[in-house]
C-alpha cells in the first residue's frame, strides 16, 4: 500500500483520489493539502483522509505518506516538486510540467539530482483504448507510424487560473496540446526525437491574451509527424479523439463523445452527466466509468507498481520536459509563422533514424506505388522503374 500526499483539492485532486480509493483500491490519501483549511477538512472528509492542512511543507514532510502528488494550478508545479524532492520521496506531477521547458528542465534536474522516483502523470497515453492502440502499434500492426492526429476540445476550462497566461503558461496549447503531443510521441515513439514544429494559434472567441485555438504539426526525425488540434471554445462537451495512420492500418479513438453508450433523456437526471458536458437533457453520452476512460486507473496502477517494483513508468519527468520543448517550439511558431526548431538540450533516445519513408518492391525492375480492384474488377497496379524512374500502369484481371 502507498500512501498519498494529494497536493491540490480542485478537479484534479478529485479525480486522482477517486481513482485511488475507489474500486477498493490498496493506496490511500493520507494528506490533504489545500491553500484553503476549510476547503482541504472537507476534501478530506469526503475521501476520508486522515490528515488536512494549509501548509504546502508540512504536507509533504509528515511521515504519514511515502509519495507527493502534485495536482496544482501550473504556476505551482516547480516550487512543489522542489518541496517534495527534498523530503526524498516518490514525486508525481500532473501536466503540464512545467510553463515551459525551462521550467520543466528545472523540475528534472530537482527529482534527478535528489535521486527520488518520479513519474508524469499524463493520463491520456493510459486510457484502455490507447493502451490497447499502443500494443497493437508496437506489434507492427501498422506498419511504419506515419501521421499521428490527436485532439482534445471542450468549451474551456473551469478555474480563473487557466485563463491568466502568467498562471498558466499560454492557453488552449500547453493546457491540452500537452496531451495531444504526448499521445502522438507514445505512437510514433518517444525515442525518436522531434525537430521542428509549425502552428497555427488565435484567439477566437473569449477576452483573453493567450489562444483559444491552434492547430499544430510536430516533424520528427523519421518524418513521421504528430498533429494536435486544441480548442477553448468548442461546443457540445469535451472531444477527445486520436488517429493513427501507418503504411500498414489505421486506428481511429474516440474516447469521450461516442464511448458506446447514448441516452435521450427530456426531463434530465438532476445532476453531472460526464466532464465539460454542456447540457444536462436531450441526447446526451454518459461515461460509464470516468476516471478509467479517462486513463488514470491504469496510470496510477503503472506508476506505484513502477514504484514497488523499482522500474521506470511508462511518463517520466524527462517526457513532461521533451513535451514542454516541444510547446516552446509551437508558441514561437505560431508567432514567426515558420517552422521552428525543437530546442532540446538533453536528448536521451535515438540518434539518426532514417526516415520512415517505405520503397515496396514489386519486381526486380520496379518498385510498387499503388494497388487497387477497380469496379470491373480489374486489379490495376501503378509501378515504378528502378532506373528510369517512369511511373506506368499495368492491368491484371
Ligand atoms: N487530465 C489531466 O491530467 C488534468 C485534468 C485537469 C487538470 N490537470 C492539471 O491539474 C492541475 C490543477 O488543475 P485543476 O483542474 O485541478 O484545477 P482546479 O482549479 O480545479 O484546482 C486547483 C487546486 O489548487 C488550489 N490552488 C489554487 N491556487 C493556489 C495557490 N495559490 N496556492 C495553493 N493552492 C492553490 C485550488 O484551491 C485547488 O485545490 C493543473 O496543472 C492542470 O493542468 C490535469
Known amino acids: 500500500m502507498r500512501r498519498i500526499c494529494m497536493l491540490g483539492t480542485g478537479l484534479i485532486g478529485m479525480f486522482y483520489t ?33 490528515r488536512a492542512t494549509d501548509n504546502l511543507e508540512e504536507a509533504v514532510a509528515g511521515s504519514d505518506s511515502d509519495v507527493v502528488m502534485v495536482g496544482l494550478p501550473n504556476y505551482l508545479h516547480e516550487a512543489a516538486v522542489t518541496a517534495a524532492a527534498r523530503t526524498g520521496k516518490a514525486v508525481l506531477c500532473t501536466k503540464p510540467l512545467g510553463r515551459n521547458a525551462e521550467e520543466a528542465r528545472r523540475m528534472l534536474d530537482v527529482v534527478e539530482k535528489a535521486g527520488v522516483f518520479h513519474a508524469y502523470l499524463e493520463d491520456l497515453v493510459y486510457t484502455p483504448k490507447t493502451l490497447k492502440a499502443l500494443q497493437a502499434v508496437r506489434a507492427g500492426a501498422l506498419g511504419k507510424v506515419l501521421w499521428v492526429r490527436s485532439r482534445e476540445t471542450h468549451p474551456g476550462p473551469h478555474s480563473d487560473w487557466f485563463w491568466n497566461q502568467e498562471l498558466s503558461g499560454g492557453g488552449a496549447i500547453i493546457d491540452m496540446g500537452c496531451h495531444c503531443i504526448e499521445i502522438a510521441r507514445n505512437f510514433i515513439g518517444k525515442d525518436i526525437r522531434p525537430v521542428e514544429v509549425s502552428c497555427w494559434a488565435d484567439t477566437q472567441v473569449h477576452p483573453i491574451e493567450a489562444e483559444d485555438h491552434a492547430v499544430g504539426l510536430v516533424k520528427y526525425e523519421n518524418g513521421a509527424v504528430g498533429q494536435f488540434e486544441v480548442s477553448w471554445a468548442f461546443r457540445g462537451g469535451m472531444d477527445l479523439r486520436d488517429e493513427v495512420a501507418g503504411t500498414e492500418g489505421t486506428i481511429w479513438l474516440n474516447h469521450w463523445l461516442r464511448t458506446g453508450m447514448e441516452m435521450f433523456t427530456a426531463v434530465g437526471q438532476g445532476g453531472y452527466v460526464a466532464e465539460k458536458a454542456e447540457g444536462s437533457t436531450g441526447w446526451l453520452f454518459p461515461v460509464g466509468d470516468e476516471p478509467s476512460a479517462l486513463g488514470y486507473t491504469d496510470m496510477f496502477a503503472d506508476v506505484l507498481d513502477a514504484l514497488d517494483t523499482g ?8 517526457d513532461g520536459y521533451v513535451v514542454n520543448a516541444i510547446i516552446d517550439a509551437a508558441y514561437r511558431a505560431a508567432k514567426s509563422r515558420r517552422w521552428e526548431p525543437v530546442q532540446l538540450d538533453l536528448w536521451r533516445g535515438r540518434v539518426g533514424v532514417p526516415n520512415v519513408a517505405a520503397l515496396r518492391d514489386y519486381d526486380q525492375d520496379h518498385y510498387l506505388i499503388k494497388e487497387e480492384k477497380m469496379p470491373d474488377g480489374v486489379a490495376k497496379l501503378i509501378l515504378r522503374n528502378k532506373t528510369t524512374g517512369q511511373v506506368i500502369e499495368r492491368r491484371a484481371t
Open 18 to 50: 477517486k481513482a485511488l480509493q475507489e474500486h477498493r483500491g490498496r493506496d490511500k490519501v493520507t494528506v490533504a493539502y489545500s491553500r484553503s483549511i476549510e476547503r482541504a477538512r472537507k476534501f478530506a472528509g469526503e475521501w476520508a483522509i486522515p
Open 311 to 318: 522500474r521506470t513508468p511508462m511518463e517520466t519527468f524527462y
